[in-house]
């Protein structure tokens, strides 16, 4: 639900092509990137912890 809301207000407060970042729960990593494509968000990569876990994501507005 918050992933939604900051993707959201990300659309209006970042610049053209600013990034924006998240510490993702592994389990709602699909879920996360569909929802940033969703919004139009690009460049979307999911990154791993040292675990191999899917923790990290980022997107270009």
């Given at each position: 639900?918050?992933y939604?809301?900051?993707?959201?207000?990300?659309?209006h407060y970042?610049k053209?092509d600013?990034?924006l970042f998240?510490?993702?729960n592994?389990?709602?990593?699909?879920?996360?990137?569909?929802?940033?494509q969703?919004?139009?968000?690009?460049?979307?990569?999911?990154?791993?912890?040292?675990?191999?876990?899917n923790?990290?994501?980022?997107?270009r507005?």
């Amino acid at each position: 639900m918050f992933y939604e809301t900051i993707a959201t207000q990300g659309l209006h407060y970042l610049k053209q092509d600013g990034w924006l970042f998240f510490e993702i729960n592994e389990q709602y990593a699909a879920e996360t990137v569909a929802l940033l494509q969703k919004l139009g968000y690009t460049d979307i990569v999911v990154q791993q912890d040292m675990q191999g876990k899917n923790r990290m994501l980022r997107a270009r507005k």
